[in-house]
Every structure is written in structure tokens, then in C-alpha cells.
């Protein structure tokens, strides 16, 4: 089992398409429903529909999904609902100019196809780990400051962040598999920074 735990109550939603879609299963069995929840999009109109209600947090899109416009076409009109909603884009295009335009729009990333379960788990952390710094932002930005603390520039003070000012995230990935090897090769894959990683047994 893997899960991704963090302090918010409701489970981050992501919209998957294409390829993703196919590790639904894995999703369920490695992630678990308590920390995601997917949601399909058949075409354009499900996806904006998706988007538009907030019910999704990200959304994973395939340019091989049936969709009647263009990768860059759909996003630029994501954009248009939700200016910072995370779209990680799974495609085969390889130009700079694709590429140049998909930035431009604010992808959250670019994926070579195949999408592959492991890079699938590494992205959804990534998406996870910038919503709850965003989260943990507005929530200092309108809680009330408390005198008692002070600045929190002295010893022991703070607690939130590291010397380099650095935020510290609050998500771990438990891992649970039969050998140590996969677990070696996640551990590898994901590395260590803002990630915890333990074994169950």
C-alpha cells in the first residue's frame, strides 16, 4: 500500500485520461480512495464540466484521449475556468515549439508516453505536495498572529520550515510490498526530499 498522507480532510481529486486510466487499479490498491479520488473524463465537455465544479484538483491529460481539440487547445481553455488548476500533459510531442507553448500555458509538466505507474505516483505527489503549500499559505496569510511565539527567528522558533526558508512539506509514502527490492527502486525513484518513506511489514 501506498499512501500519501497530509493534513487535509478530503482526499485530492484528479481527473485521469488515456493511459493513467489503465493504473486505476494500482491507484487504488497502492494509494487507497482515503487519499485520492479519480474521476474519467469521456470528452471535452465531462473535462470542463470536471473543472469547472472544483470537484478535481489536477487533472492528468493524454493526447491520444478522444478529445475534439488539441492538448494546448484544451488547456488554453482550462485556463480560461481555472487559471492555476495542475494539468499534467502525457504526450508523444517531442518539439520546442509545442513544448514552448504548453509552459506558456502553465502546465504543471510534460510526460513522454509511455506513462509509466512509477513517474504516474511521482507526479501526484508533486500535484499534492504544491496544493498543500498553497493550503499551508493561506492559512498563515489569514491566521491571526500569536504575541506568545514571537518572531520564531530564535531557537526552537518557527518549526514550519528549515535555515534556508525552505516549507516543510507533510506528506509521507508508506510503502508495502513483498520484497525489498521494488521497495529500494521506489525509494530511488521518489529520493528523499520532502518525502518520507517507510516499510510496513
Known amino acids: 500500500m501506498v499512501a500519501v498522507a497530509n493534513e487535509r480532510r478530503s482526499p485530492f ?43 478535481a484538483d489536477a487533472a492528468v491529460l493524454d493526447d491520444e484521449a478522444e478529445w475534439a481539440l488539441d492538448l494546448l487547445q484544451l488547456l488554453r481553455m482550462i485556463r480560461r475556468v481555472d487559471a492555476m488548476f495542475p494539468v499534467v500533459m502525457v ?10 507553448h504548453a509552459l506558456d500555458l502553465t502546465a504543471f509538466s510534460v510526460v513522454a508516453k509511455p506513462l509509466e505507474l512509477e513517474e504516474l505516483l511521482r507526479q501526484i505527489q508533486r500535484m499534492m505536495t504544491r496544493l498543500d503549500d498553497m493550503l499551508r499559505g493561506l492559512e498563515m496569510e489569514f491566521e491571526p498572529e500569536d504575541p506568545a511565539k514571537g518572531s520564531g527567528s530564535g531557537e526552537g522558533g518557527g518549526g514550519a520550515g528549515d535555515d534556508s526558508g525552505n516549507v516543510a512539506t507533510d506528506f509521507m509514502l508508506i510503502i508495502e510490498c513483498d520484497g525489498e527490492k521494488h521497495q529500494a527502486a521506489l525509494l530511488e525513484r521518489f529520493g528523499q526530499e520532502g518525502l518520507k518513506c517507510r516499510a510496513l511489514t
Do not use: F, I, M, N
Open 13 to 55: 481529486g484528479l481527473v485521469v485520461t488515456g493511459e493513467a486510466e489503465s493504473w486505476l487499479p494500482a491507484l487504488r490498491t497502492l494509494v487507497g480512495p482515503q487519499w485520492l479520488v479519480t474521476y474519467r473524463a469521456r470528452d471535452d465537455h465531462e473535462l470542463l464540466d470536471v473543472v469547472q465544479s472544483g470537484v
Open 91 to 100: 504526450t508523444y510531442r517531442r518539439d520546442r515549439r509545442w513544448l514552448e
